[in-house]
Every structure is written in structure tokens, then in C-alpha cells.
């Protein structure tokens, strides 16, 4: 891979080529001047959301095009770095279900990324969001943006050297462009690994009900980390039910403990989104359950990779077939039966999905302020000087994000020491 830098118009022009090709798409570098005047000096009615480290701003440049701008919150050294990791990997990656970079602004106090404006905002806008009374997701419609979601996770996991974890796949972060074509977003807290390593220990950033259990508990980051977080959007998309949601009185309930016991009996159409009105394929179904089941295994070496989850979505996996291998679930018994972790059979082809169980403070943590199931969790690992600390939760700072879908409010407080 090469590239080529020029100037061109006063503004430093990026092109990419891979594997002797030039990408269609190029990024630049932008003047804090040209931003603010494309977003109406930042103005709130331009503001399209806001997330743990940034707001981001709809603008319109001088020639036309429409962008969204993501304005990072504060600069410290942590922000920073998730800046030159981000504006890294964007760079790199070409991906037609990734969201390439347009182009960024470093300025002497602000740092900004310029994304294209996806008009059709993202997946959780529409699930749980200011889209979601309209339905405008059939079930063809979720069933491509699972497939083209997974593909761009197989493309960062396999294809592109070296590998990336993408470490913050959710619905907020699946982006949809006008065809509802979705755009995997936001690798400022992706990863490159080198060659030859499995697995990495680092700085937990992720929200909670999409955390793989030994990310959330220590830290350690593998591919199927982001396999987990995958298996929870899977279930999300076809229930339109939260990670986590909040019982009246206060209980937490997760998406896999909701959808477990309609599997259990046998009750697959009562927990497909009842907005579909039971317009969905019955076969697609069984196949997305049986990958997220597989998916969201709380042993991380039990997790299939992304390409075989891809597989077994697309019905390409034989042997793991819940529609043609009617005795699935007895042989992922038999192999299993060490282990408790998925040993129930049920409806023919079908496994159950077990729950990877949060720590109960963990969970009272979004107890205080906010709406009533509106909210996610978000962890952050870090010292008190900001540098990455590794171990139990004693040391994470954890932000909370209250969600009003299009109005977030984010609040900050270290918790659980000592
Ligand atoms: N390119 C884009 N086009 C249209 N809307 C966007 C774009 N990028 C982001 N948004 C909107 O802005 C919101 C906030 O995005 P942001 O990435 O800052 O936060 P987040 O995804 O909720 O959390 P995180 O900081 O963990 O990524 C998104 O939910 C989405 O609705
Ligand atoms: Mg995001």
C-alpha cells in the first residue's frame, strides 16, 4: 500500500492506493474556519448527536456536499490519542460497509473529523430512537444491514493488514446512507494488532450491555470481543429491544435473558419485533438466533470468528445450519457437554442463548438520573493521570450516557474504587 500527498487548492489532499489501485474516495484537511462556517458556527440546531468523546454537528461545504463533523469534547492526552488512532485507521480502511474518513481539522485547540452525512442517521435512531414509530425497517431492510454489517466485520478481522478490533460495535455506531446501505462507524477505539498477537489486554471503552464479559472484567481485547457486541446487535435488530432494559422497579433485564425463554418453548415469532407485524422468514430467523447464540458465549474460544458467523447467516455453513441440520441443537449438546453453557435442546436446529451476567453494581450504576430505559453504560479504564490502568473494577471510571435519542446528556463520575 502507498500514497501520495499534494496540495491542492491551498488544502493537502490524501489519496489512498491499495494493492495498485487508487480508492475512489480521497480525505483532506480542513480549516477550523471552513468547518464553522459549514455547521453555522457549531449551532445546536446542527447538532445531530452527541457520544462519549465528541458532539457531532451536520454541515454543508462550499461546494455542496454534506458532511457530519465530529467535534472532540476536550483535548487531553487520552483524546488525543483516540484522535490519531481514529484519523490512522479511518485512513486506511475501504470498506463499501465502512464509514471512510472525509477529513479532519487539528488546530492548535480543537481536533475535528469530517465523516459524509449518512441521511438516514443510525441503526438505533430507528430501533429506539426519533425514527422509531415509523418503521421504516422491514425485515429485508434488517436483514441487509446484518449482512453488511458482518461483512465489514469480516473485513477488519480478516482482510485488512494488520487486523483491527473495532471494540465499540452498536447500534449507534451503524450508520445508514440513503439506500439504508448500512456504514460500521467509529474506529477511534479500534485497534491495530500485530501480526502474530491473539489477543491484546487494554483500556475497556465499550457500553455495557454490548461487552464481552472478559472485556468489561479485565480488559482483555480479542476479535471476539467485537463477535460478542455482534451477537447482541443481532438480537437487538430482530427484537428492536435495548441491550439492557429497565423493569418497572428498577430491575435490569438483558436482551439475551428476554429472549432466551421464547427459544426455550418453542415461541420464535414472539420475539421478532411485533412493528413487522410478522412480516419476517422464518429460516432467516432461526439462522440469525443460532449465530447470535454462538456469538454471545461467554467463553471467548467459544465464539465462532466473523467469517463463519458471515457463513452461517448467509446458510453457508452446513454443519451449523439450524434449517438444513435439524439436530443441531443435540450435536452442540454432545460436543458441549462439559460445559453448561449451552447444553438445553429445544426446538429442532435451535440452542438456547445463555446470559453472560453483569456485576450487580455494575448494573445499579445507571440507576441514578435519567430516564427510565433510556439509558446505556459506557466504561472507561483509566488511571487518574489518564494513563491505561489493567484489573478489576476498583479503577474504571465509568460515564454514563443518558440517551433521549437526539438529545444526550453525558456525566462523568469514577466509581466503584476501593
Ligand atoms: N456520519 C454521520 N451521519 C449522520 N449522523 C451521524 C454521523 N455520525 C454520527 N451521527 C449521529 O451522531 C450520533 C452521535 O455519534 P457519536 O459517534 O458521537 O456517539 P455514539 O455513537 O452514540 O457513541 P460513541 O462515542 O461511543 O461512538 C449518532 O448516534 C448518529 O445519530
Ligand atoms: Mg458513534
New binding site residues.
Partial sequence: MGSNTSICCGSKTKKQFVSGGEQSSTWRLFTYKELHAATNGFSEEYK???????T?YWGKTTDGHQI?V?KLKTINSKAEMEFAVEVEILGRVRHKNL?GLRGYCAGANQRLIV????PN??L??HLHGQFTGEMRLNWKKRINIIMGSAEALVYLHHEVTPHIIHR?IKA??V?LDSNFEPLV??FGFAKLIPEGVSHMTTRVKGTLGYLAPEYAMWGKVSESCDVYSFGILLLEIVTGRKPIERLPGGVKRTITEWVDPFIATDQLSNLVDHRLQGQYDDFQLRRILHAAARCVQSEPDRRPSMRKVLAILQGNAAAADPVKNRKLADDFAEKDASSQAISDVVAPGMIRIKSVKYQEELMAMDDEGGEEGEEDLELTRSGSDGASVYGVFGAIEVQRVSHGYGQQVVSRRTALRG
Avoid: P, R
Fill in positions: 445531530l448527536g452527541e457520544g462519549g468523546f465528541g457531532v457530519a465530529k464509514l465523516y459524509d452525512y449518512m442517521l443510525s438505533l435512531s465499540d449507534s455506531n450508520l462507524a467509529d
